[in-house]
């Protein structure tokens, strides 16, 4: 008799992915609920979390960026563990969140912890010997379309094949932002169960149109862009219990051309010479993990630029029926920083829950800036279901970045103490409904932070098992408001002032078996607003396709 092998394998690499400690439903999505979300950006998924704030110039093909606390430098991207910077120099140091493949990810969690927003990514991994496939089209407003493409399978060895690719393209007639991306995914290894080695390479290639403003402010200059991310990675023991460890080493590469303006001078071009950046990074981790209890360490060697520099971090994380606490401690070498800060979820009974996080961060002496300070705190009371909230964010911003790729002119972000006060109705109604709203108020309207700032989500999800015991049907739906008040844009000449921006949005999606059909909406109301100054975000923007994945 022939014994048919098992036909799930061992994991490849090894994640001890940080214990968040909101309240209610954590800022955290599984592949599946990545897509379900309707988000087709990193910066889709952070405007769903309060104390952070997004920028875009219009749609898909436009510079993305965002704050934390009214700072650029507090919004940090790790994928599979190495950090993603901007090695495109002429954006000042903020990293264009549009070069960030959401796409390929099987996994991303956010730590909001008082000093950083930490967005923690995992690629897409299988682990079936069954070969997996699956098709996504999509279409819609501003002349958008969009395929995607994935196939992975397992042998019996352990050994694994991942390709994927995405294509997209828009040509916006109304000034939205034209431009098109080619980006492709491969991994190649082989896991056994207690080790692994696996290559991993995503490449990106993007261009983006020249994007007019409105008289009197400049463009988004044209852009010609491949950003290579890849690594080679070495992982033993278990992340789940017991020791582990994990090696990687990863280049990260960006060779871009801008292209000139017609409409100015030969002597107002911009530098229209093809420029490259490359970096190369080690890192080495390791951990172990018992019980509640849950230690990690690492230290990681950046390389760019004739340079290195040495970071090292520890984190150690306890979780246990009562809540939750986390402490983190990095010495960043490339920063010129040390931060620490410890967090805390603290649930005594089923319906009354208390957060909160402090860290400081101390510059480097070389660097002249001053010791900075934060503290977010939160108190909830769980009420038929969601829990409703209060709290308060505080925090000393040292002068910052600029998002210069809108205009050059902008100024960085001025020093001082920032405060927020918060409120929030987060979880589940009832009967397949639930809610997931937020109030954000700070003290005054800062450079690149309004002062007030919401976003309000009805939300519904069945997949009415008593007609459908099978599983095999489900429906999904969201209606949301979003809301952003004033917004200041410092120049020397004097700030530039934007008008309070909100829209209406829905999300319908429809499964059935493992075809899921998908329909967005996005400023119903057709509003006329602004996130950057001189650029119109799109009037009624629709998106709808299908996902089709198949095992066979």
């Known amino acids: 008799m022939v014994v048919k092998r098992d036909s799930i394998k061992a994991p490849i690499g090894r994640f001890a992915d940080p214990a968040t400690y909101e309240i209610g439903p954590q800022y955290e999505w599984n592949r599946a609920q990545l897509f379900a979300t309707g988000a087709l950006s990193v910066t889709d998924l952070l405007d769903r979390v309060p104390g952070v704030t997004t920028f875009r110039s219009g749609w898909l093909a436009t510079p993305q960026s965002a704050t934390f606390s009214g700072d650029f430098r507090r919004v940090r991207v790790f994928y599979d563990g190495v950090e993603i910077e901007s090695l495109d120099k002429i954006t000042g140091g903020v990293l264009d969140l549009s070069t960030v493949q959401l796409w390929t990810l099987e996994h991303l969690s956010i730590e909001r912890s008082a ?76 896991a056994r ?62 060779k871009g051309t801008t292209g000139p303006d017609r409409s100015v001078g030969v002597t107002s071009q911009p530098d229209t010479l093809p420029r490259k950046s490359s970096e190369t990074q080690y890192n080495v981790s390791a951990g172990y993990t018992i019980g509640p209890a849950r230690l990690e360490v690492q230290d990681k060697l950046r390389a760019f630029d004739g340079a290195t520099y040495n970071s090292a971090s520890g984190r150690l994380d306890l979780v246990a029926p009562l809540g939750v606490i986390s402490g983190f401690v990095e010495h960043d070498g490339l920063r010129a920083l040390t931060n620490a800060d410890a967090g805390i979820r603290f649930q005594p009974f089923s319906f009354i829950a208390l957060a909160g996080s402090v860290a400081q961060s101390v510059p480097g002496s070389a660097t002249g800036l001053p010791t900075t300070t934060s503290a977010r705190a939160e108190a909830a009371l769980k009420i038929f279901g969601p829990w409703v909230s209060g709290g308060i964010i505080t925090a000393d911003n040292a002068a910052g970045l600029t998002p210069i790729v809108y205009d050059t002119l902008f100024l960085p972000t001025v020093p001082g103490r920032i405060t927020a006060k918060t409120a929030s109705i987060r979880g589940p109604i009832g ?100 996130v950057i100054p001189g650029f119109d975000m799109p009037r009624v923007l629709a998106v709808y396709g299908v996902r089709w994945e198949f095992w066979n």
Do not use: C
């Open 115 to 190: 000093s950083e927003l930490r967005i923690y990514m995992r690629s897409w991994r299988v682990d079936n010997t069954d070969p997996y496939t699956r098709v996504d089209i999509a279409t819609g407003n501003e002349d958008t379309n969009l395929y995607r493409g994935f196939y992975g399978k397992r042998f019996d060895n352990g050994g694994v094949l991942q390709l994927a690719g995405q294509q997209y393209g828009v040509a916006s007639p109304r000034f939205a932002g034209s431009g098109n991306s080619l980006s492709v995914v491969g991994r190649l290894g082989i």
């Open 193 to 254: 169960k207690r080790w692994s080695v696996d290559g991993f390479v995503n490449r990106t290639h993007a261009t983006r149109d020249i994007e007019r403003a409105v008289p009197g402010n400049p463009p988004v200059l044209s852009l010609d862009a491949t950003n290579t991310n890849a690594y080679l990675r070495a992982a033993v023991g278990s992340a789940g219990r017991g020791p582990w460890a994990q090696v990687t080493v990863a280049s990260l590469g960006f």
């Open 431 to 530: 009967r397949g409904f639930g809610i997931d709203a937020w109030l954000t108020r700070w003290d005054e309207t800062r450079p690149y932070q309004p002062q007030y700032q919401s976003r309000s989500e009805i939300n519904f999800a069945s997949n009415f098992l008593r007609r459908f015991p099978r599983g095999d049907f489900e429906v999904r739906a969201a209606a949301l408001y979003e809301y952003r008040g004033h917004t200041i844009f410092p120049l020397a000449t004097g700030d530039k002032r934007i008008a309070p921006a909100k829209t209406l949005s829905g999300l319908l999606e429809i499964r059935i078996m493992r075809g899921v059909v998908s329909y967005q909406q996005r400023n119903i109301l057709g509003y006329q607003y602004q």
